[in-house]
């Protein structure tokens, strides 16, 4: 079972207390954009094995959105982050750096 | 190959049965192929198997990381129907759920088909609207399913309970040739005839990397080193986006855990297939006596091959409702398994941007039953290189490509509203989402939402 901690109530909350979102930090497009850029917003998705950035919602908590960063291998946390950013904060990416040396997410590393 | 028959088990009896042969050799890889298969499932192994049925293209290998069956092929519930409302859907299934009703005696190895029917309850007004709706467009498509009322229902299954209180049992869409089969059968089955024909099934070979050489497939780099080929299929379920990763190119797939379990045997008490979408449970009951339950997907990206716990225990929890007697049930093993999910729910079987290489995933947790289909099909992609045009359900599929090529020459406002709208209204989507060549993309549209 997933634990996730909150970073608006700092409540450690499990998955049943949690909605996930889907991936994090997708770059929006719409009207007036290309087909293709529209089409991959949509629809393809980073799938790795392995390191993670998810949005997930502290839905039955404080209801604010969160950044999570995660494996999908191990189901290891390696932090959650404010919703209000575009990329990871260097905290966030050191920590991940320490555990799985030489990670890479989209432009992340 | 010696066939297995009534006369074969007599023969055996008298020999101590010491003249039984392996199902399968378990070569060494050579140092090229004609054509090589990643992932030893139902889908792979059935793709192999009618390429040298139907195609005569017997130089292949099926390359495995694990043992062969061992993905979502020998985890699933192993519910077969052909139930669908869209035309692809209902077409593929159907023609893969005939093909189950003889490929015991095609494959000569029984895989225990039961063609028991398929109840899907009824448990809202919304429901029963949908399902006689299906059920018309079953009989257009040819497809033999009937709405029948709780009376009937309870005849055919009297353990339920049709009260409620949450969920009352309303009616049912009943599939009379609907069932299951013994879904590891369907593997060894495929991969007794498939090394008969000469193919060799390379178990305990994981595929770490892709060669190519401009743009074109050249061959694989394994844990038993590297083997060439002229043409690659990867059939990897939850593991297409790290074999996509490899080739070069991305999918709209997310891999996430669907679960199942079983409980200890008891006596036959169910002798048909319940599904009850509304709670996202459902029920069997193995010929070893155990009632088979399962339930919904996680919501999140997961290679683990085990669920959350609360999924179980809603899927549990509601289905107590329906069938009371299982309260008193023991649980004895619980597992999950990787299934690969699009976004429309709807299956991907295309060429890639790396020519010669080609895909077949996105069937999420609705293949099994696709299975025979699935080979035959995608067989003969990997043959000749070319769509089975002639096939009458690729047709169909092919014409929602043709939608989507007139849907592309609009402007991109119009088509984007009408994507946000199918995602919305969770309607098949039209549009192809393909990172490759939409075109090429066979569009099948499975009912998003089926579970
Ligand atoms: C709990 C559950 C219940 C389900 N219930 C049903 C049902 O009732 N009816 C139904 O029709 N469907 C059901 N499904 C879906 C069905 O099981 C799958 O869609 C189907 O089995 C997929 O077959 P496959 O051959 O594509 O994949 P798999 O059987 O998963 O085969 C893929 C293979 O690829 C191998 N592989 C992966 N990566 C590599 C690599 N790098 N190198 C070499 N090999 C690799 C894997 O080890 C695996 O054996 C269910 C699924 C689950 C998980
Ligand atoms: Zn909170």
Redesign the interface.
């Known amino acids: 079972?997933?634990i996730f901690q909150c970073p608006y109530c700092g409540i450690d909350a499990d998955?049943?207390e949690l909605?996930?979102g889907?991936e994090a930090h997708l770059k929006r497009f719409?009207?007036?954009?290309?087909?293709e850029d529209?089409?991959?917003y949509?629809?393809?998705?980073e799938?790795?094995?392995g390191v993670?950035f998810?949005r997930w919602r502290h839905s039955n908590g404080c209801g604010k959105w969160f950044h999570a960063a995660r494996c999908?291998?191990?189901?290891e946390v390696f932090g959650t982050y404010s919703a209000q950013t575009f990329e990871p904060p260097q905290e966030i990416k050191d920590k991940i750096s320490q555990k799985r040396p030489g990670w890479s997410w989209r432009n992340f590393s | 190959m010696k066939r297995y028959s009534a006369f074969a088990i007599a023969r055996e009896a008298y020999r101590h049965h010491k003249g039984w042969e392996r199902a399968w050799r378990n070569p060494e890889p050579k140092q090229k192929y004609d054509v090589i298969i990643v992932g030893a499932g139902g889908h792979g192994l059935a793709t192999a198997y009618y390429l040298g049925r139907n195609f005569g293209i017997t130089n292949v290998a099926v390359i495995e990381k694990g043992w062969l069956g061992g993905g979502n092929t020998g985890r699933n519930t192993t519910i077969i129907r052909s139930n669908y409302l869209q035309d692809p859907s209902a077409a593929i299934y159907e023609k893969s759920r005939s093909l189950y009703e003889t490929l015991s005696q095609d494959l000569n190895y029984n895989i225990m088909f039961s063609p028991r029917g398929v109840m899907m309850l009824a448990q809202t007004q919304h429901e029963i609207r949908g399902y006689q709706r299906t059920v018309h467009a079953n009989a257009l498509q040819g497809v033999k399913t009937e709405f029948i009322g709780p009376k009937r229902v309870k005849e055919l299954c009297p353990i339920i309970n049709l009260d409620g209180p949450r969920y009352p049992v309303l009616g049912a869409l009943w599939q009379s040739r609907g069932g299951t089969a013994r879904h590891d059968a369907v593997a060894w089955g495929y991969a007794r005839a498939c090394s008969d024909m000469g193919m060799d099934i390379i178990q305990q070979c994981e595929v770490t990397g892709i060669d190519k050489e401009n743009g074109k497939v050249t061959g694989v780099q394994t844990s038993k080193g590297a083997i060439a080929c002229e043409k690659l299929g990867l059939v990897v379920a939850g593991h297409s986006g790290v074999l996509a990763d490899m080739a070069g190119f991305r999918l709209p797939v997310e891999s996430v855990a669907l679960q199942a379990l079983v409980s200890e045997p008891i006596k036959p008490c169910m002798d048909v297939v319940v599904m009850a979408n509304t709670v996202h449970g459902y029920m069997s009951q193995s010929d070893k006596g155990e009632m088979v339950i399962g339930g919904g997907a996680d919501g999140f990206n997961n290679y683990t091959q085990r669920g959350s716990f609360h999924h179980v225990e809603e899927t549990v929890r509601a289905l107590v409702e329906t069938f009371p007697m299982i309260s008193r049930l023991k649980m004895l093993r619980w597992w999950g398994g990787i299934v690969d999910m699009t976004g429309d729910r709807s299956p991907i079987l295309s060429k890639t941007p790396l020519e010669n290489c080609f895909i077949n995933c996105g069937w999420g947790d609705w293949r099994v039953q696709g299975n025979p289909w699935v080979g035959l099909g995608y067989g003969r992609i990997d043959g000749q290189g070319s769509f089975p045009a002639n096939r009458r359900v690729f047709n169909v599929a092919l014409q929602r490509g043709q939608i989507y090529r007139r849907k592309r020459r609009s402007r991109s406002g119009a088509l984007m509203e009408g994507t946000c709208k199918s995602l919305i209204l969770q309607r098949p989507v039209q549009i192809s989402h393909n990172p490759l060549n939409a075109c090429e993309r066979l569009l099948v549209n499975v009912e998003a939402g089926s579970c």
Do not use: I
């Not at chain 1, 719409?30 to 087909?35: N, Q």
């Not at chain 1, 949509?42 to 998705?45: Q, V």
């Not at chain 1, 999908?72 to 189901?75: E, G, H, Q, V």
């Open positions: 079972m997933l998955e049943t909605s996930p889907g719409g009207p007036g954009a290309s087909d529209f089409e991959s949509l629809f393809m998705r799938n790795p094995k993670h998810e999908t291998m191990t189901l």
